[in-house]
């Protein structure tokens, strides 16, 4: 079985409506996928690290990561 999440996406895409019956290979597949990365706690620990690294430049700045992120304009 593919793991790979373009799978899932191209399936409904070709699928429309139907997607739900014909994309239940690839579903499984993908939640498979997911659930590995749920269950291991290396990437829990990547996460929470990151995590903590924005909340404390959140609350050093009081500006969230995602406004922190955004391009200025480039003309004013």
Do not use: H, W
Request: aromatic residues 10%.
């Amino acid at each position: 079985m593919a793991r790979d999440p373009a799978d899932f996406t191209k399936c409904c895409k070709d699928s429309g409506v139907l997607m739900v019956v014909k994309c239940r290979k690839e579903n499984s597949a993908l939640k498979d996928c997911l659930t590995s990365y749920y269950k291991d706690p290396a990437f829990y620990e990547e996460c929470k690290m990151e995590y903590l690294k924005e909340r404390e430049e959140f609350r050093r700045t009081g500006i969230p990561t995602k406004k922190r992120l955004q391009k200025l304009p480039t003309s004013m």
